[in-house]
C-alpha cells in the first residue's frame, strides 16, 4: 500500500480527550524518539533535549505548571514530550555536533569538515546577536511538527501544548541548572471514545488563500 501524506494530514486532529487505559507500545515509543531525533534543524544545530513524561509522577511534576484546561490532557494521555532547548549555544556542544557529524561520515576531506564548523559557527553568532532563542525554539517547533505527523502515522493521537508557564515548569524540571529552557510541549496517546474533536470535520482556509504561485 503507498502512503498518502494528504490523506495522513487530513486524518489527523488535536486530541481533546485521552484514554488513560490505553499507553503507547515501547516499540512504537522508540520509534518516535527516532523521528524528533532524526527531525531537521537549521545547519543541524540539534539544539534541543526531549524529556519524555511517561510516569505517574512525572506528569505530577509538571501538572502545576500546566493551565487547568491542559492538565487532563497530558495527564491521561500516554506521555507528555517537553521540547526545551539551550539558554545559550556553548562551543561545547559545536564541538559535539561536529565529532558526530564526523563519526557519521559527513565530510569527505578536512576542507568539508572545517566548512561545516565555520558555517554553523557564522549562523550561531548571527543569530546570538539578534535571537538566539527564537532561533533554537524555531528548530523545536519543526521537530514538533515532525512528531505529530510522525505519531499519525503510527495511528497515535497528540495535541500541542502551548498552555503552561515557562518559569514554572522550568523549575519543575531543573532545566535552568541544566541550561536548557522549555518551548512546546506534546501530549501522545489515544483519544477517548467520549473525544468531542475526533468525529468533526477538519476546517482549513482554501488552497488560494493561503498558496500563492509564482
Do not use: C
Request: aromatic share 8%; net charge neutral.
Amino acid at each position: 500500500m503507498s502512503f498518502d501524506p494528504a490523506a495522513l494530514s487530513a486524518q489527523r486532529y488535536t486530541t481533546k480527550v485521552y484514554d488513560p487505559s490505553r499507553q503507547i507500545p515501547e516499540a512504537q515509543l522508540q520509534q518516535l524518539l527516532t523521528v524528533l531525533r532524526n527531525s531537521p534543524s537549521s545547519v543541524n544545530s540539534q539544539p534541543w533535549h526531549f524529556f519524555v513524561i511517561g510516569s505517574e509522577a512525572g506528569k505530577k511534576t509538571i501538572e502545576p505548571a500546566l493551565t487547568e484546561l491542559n492538565r487532563p490532557r497530558a495527564g491521561n494521555a500516554s506521555h507528555v514530550v517537553v521540547f526545551t532547548v539551550r539558554t545559550d549555544f556553548t562551543d561545547a556542544h559545536l564541538v559535539r555536533l561536529l565529532e558526530q557529524e564526523s563519526r557519521d561520515g559527513r565530510f569527505v576531506n578536512e576542507d568539508a569538515r572545517k566548512a561545516q564548523d565555520a558555517g554553523r559557527r557564522f549562523f550561531v553568532e548571527y543569530n546570538r546577536q539578534r535571537d538566539l532563542l527564537g532561533w533554537e525554539s524555531r528548530q523545536a517547533y519543526i521537530a514538533l511538527g515532525t512528531l505529530l505527523f510522525g505519531a499519525a502515522s503510527l495511528g497515535i493521537d497528540a495535541t500541542p501544548i502551548e498552555g503552561f508557564d515557562r518559569a514554572a515548569l522550568d523549575a519543575a524540571l531543573g532545566l535552568e541548572q541544566k541550561g536548557l529552557t522549555s518551548v512546546v510541549l506534546a501530549a501522545l496517546g489515544y483519544r477517548s471514545a467520549d473525544d468531542f474533536n475526533a468525529p468533526l470535520p477538519k476546517s482549513r482556509l482554501p488552497q488560494e488563500e493561503v498558496v500563492t504561485f509564482l
